[in-house]
């Protein structure tokens, strides 16, 4: 899993107008969960942008006075109408504890269906995944080699590994559906 650092500072006044003045100085008041109790930090905003802006899950290393801590991004809150950064929570992470983190869906191979014209329906881009840190996939790949006109790839279907999904074993994927073009062929093909 790829680790991005981010350096963030104790804060020792918790509240609204301490919170507003952080943000005036280009900062994020954040809350750093799961030790034996919970630490109040700033965190500069554009040292998140790689973490928040981005398709892909990461481990954050978190530099708070020289002690660094392994996390991970559990909340978000953005200001409604100005989309402004307003509060992270982050998650420490421990090597003994599972989590779970929203993990990329990453397509592999070709579809033979769509080479025929089928049309490539991808309905899930992440899934729900729980393991513990050293065995969290950076991506869940699926391989779609096998997928012809009228098939679909399920939760279900993934290959076991150390990790454990927690979607519904039901829920589709990727499907491969029939095209307009398809359809056409076959209506004038049955018509002859």
């Known amino acids: 899993m790829k680790i991005i650092a981010i350096s963030g500072s104790p804060r020792e006044n918790v509240g609204k107008r301490d919170a507003k003045e952080l943000r005036y100085e280009g900062k994020v008041p954040a809350v750093l969960y799961g030790g034996t109790e919970q630490a109040h930090l700033a965190v500069v905003t554009t040292d998140l942008k790689d973490a928040i802006y981005t398709p892909e899950a990461n481990f954050l290393e978190i530099d708070v006075n020289g002690t660094k801590t392994k996390a991970i991004i559990k909340d978000l809150q953005f200001h409604p109408l100005t989309d402004l950064l307003l509060h992270v ?33 991808q309905k899930l881009r992440k899934l729900r995944v729980k393991a513990l840190p050293k065995d969290m996939p950076q991506v869940v790949e699926v391989s779609i080699a096998k997928l012809e006109v009228g098939n679909l790839f399920r939760v279900r279907d993934i290959e076991k590994a150390a990790y454990t999904i927690t979607n519904t074993a039901e829920d589709t994927i990727v499907s491969v559906g029939m095209s307009r073009a398809l359809k056409q062929a076959e209506q004038q093909a049955g018509k002859k």
């Open 89 to 121: 929570d982050f998650l420490q992470l421990f090597d003994d504890k599972e989590i779970v983190m929203e993990i990329p869906i990453k397509l592999v191979g070709t579809s033979p269906g769509v080479k025929m014209g089928g049309k490539l329906v």
